[in-house]
């Protein structure tokens, strides 16, 4: 194999790499510049243990299935729609107290949705939907405080998300309280 | 795991050589011409420089993990003082300086081992910067898509660098993924995985000759075929897998050696096969692997490639290979198909068959301790034949601990098998030295 080559291959795979490392965040990135600002409130998933490791892990109002009116129906009309692993698009309408509520689960993106309604992208797993905002990273200096503050403001905890029109969603902060974490 | 006709070239006899030769040319033995011809043949005036490359290639890879492990630990610390643009750009930074910096070495400088290491943490560096990326975007996607990210760029580095140790990180992390990709509902998909990992890696272990990485390839691939096989068809499955996979290894390793392609490959690859036969013989003959609850449905895809290839290396092999090594492979074929059949007969006799089963696959491992045994006895290699004894005396012992039977049976047991153990001990030394004293007769008492 020549030098020139080896030089040709090796700076491909190093292209590829970089390329690579670029792909991971771009759909979030994508997201956070174009998406719509929706707020939803936390429901802690195992209380005892908020944090594992370096990341929060997070629930919210519309993490399961059955906080959507509509959820029985669709599930009785074909269960395949919504079998483990299949997606779904989360409609969401904004409250007067400004958090996000449960609206509707559909099969399609809805078209032309009003400003105060947003539709998450997201994925079956039993009654839970995941929408891939699930994990928040927490810094090594915030990691007590902020275990402490969702300790004990459970209920005033919540995260601001950016929803692209296509349904994908990023976390953008956690607030507990005026209290935010990035 | 027949010896290979080859000269032996381990750096220990060489070093061995070297010293002793000034010494048989003072006394005689040999006269100078011939310990030039044996100094050149053994290649020991490189000796020197290849013991002092090996270490330094052992210090430069610690090296290189070290550096690449305080990165990764420095991911983990976090520093949120760091505005995120600076942080992205010092990533890269130490991604592209590391492969920048080693490739410099290797092919700049001739440095091959130091450069190899740096590129090596160049990939572990770019592992831990997909971490962090994500960290910093909370990107919550599935855990395992981190590790198929870096097992892509990883294979593209191997190839471009030729580096089997690359090579094993891409093992290593597209396991990973496909463990996590598999288990979520994605069956059929992962089932293309082993077929993955051949056309990817076993092409470059056999362009750069690397034993590790090839017989490292052929065990991922029979494993995942076991794990996908094992999920969903359960015990039965399992076994046939496993002891299809492991007469594949056996006979392609035997096929290298036979056909002298890649030569280099047979005994790591053989040994391998054997050693997956072993495990699968030693499981099964307990008994309660054969109880029926623990059967699924068959998904056998997998398990029949690894017949048809065996049948086909089988066929090569006889054409090419040579006795007694035939012998062998006639004993590990036996005791392949002896625990294939018994997997595939076990649901038809499902009500009693669990007893008949469990002394089939004892039976198996009887005759592939055999064939360890038998194969020391030709390699003559002492550690062979003693992992043979012990496979037997675990054998034996397991059975003793595993059905009731009283103290008193169980203490005669154990110093059966103990004596059983020494006086097989004495018989292979013995053997031994009858066989070096026929070759001594033979070469006209000189031995050497």
Known sequence: MSKRSLLVGFVAAVVVQALILVAVPARKVYTLRTGKTVVLKIQPVDPYNIL???????????????AFPNAHNLTNESSAGFADGSWCYAVIEKGGDGIWKPVSLERELPANLPENRAALLGRINGNWIKYGIEDFYIPEAKRSHLADDLREHRDKARVEVKVDPSGHAAL???????RIYE | MAMTPNQNMSTKFRAALRTELPIWVQKGIVSEETEKQLASTYQLDNLKHESSSLLSAVIFTLGGLLLGGGLISFVAANWEVIPTPIKLALLFTALLAFHIIGFWLWQGKN???????LIFCGCLVFGANIGLVAQIFHVSSNWYAGFGAWAFGSLVMAWATRSWIIGVLVLLTSFLWFLGFQYDNHDQAALFYPLILAVSLLPLAWIIRSRVLYTGTLLGIITAACVLAGVHGGSRQLLLTMAAGGMFMWTLGELHRAAEWRSEFSNLAAGSGLSVLAVAAYVWSFHYLWNPSVFGPMRSQWAI????????????????????QLWLTTGVLVVGGILCASALLARADAANGESLFTVTANLAALILAAVIIGASLI???????WLGSLYLVLLILSRFLEYETSLLVKSAAFLACGVAVILAGISYEKYLRRHIRRIAAETGGNGI
Do not use: C, N
């Open chain 1, 172 to 178: 953008e902060r956690l607030m507990v309280e005026d």
């Open chain 2, 379 to 385: 390699d003559e290699r002492r550690a062979v034949f």
């Open chain 1, 52 to 66: 594992s490791g370096y990341y929060a892990t997070l629930g919210f109002d519309i993490s399961r299935v059955d």
């Open chain 2, 305 to 324: 490639l690894f017949f048809v290839l065996t049948i086909a290396a089988s066929v090569l092999l006889w054409r090419k290979g040579r006795q007694p």
């Open chain 2, 111 to 117: 440095w091959r081992r130091l450069g190899h290491a």
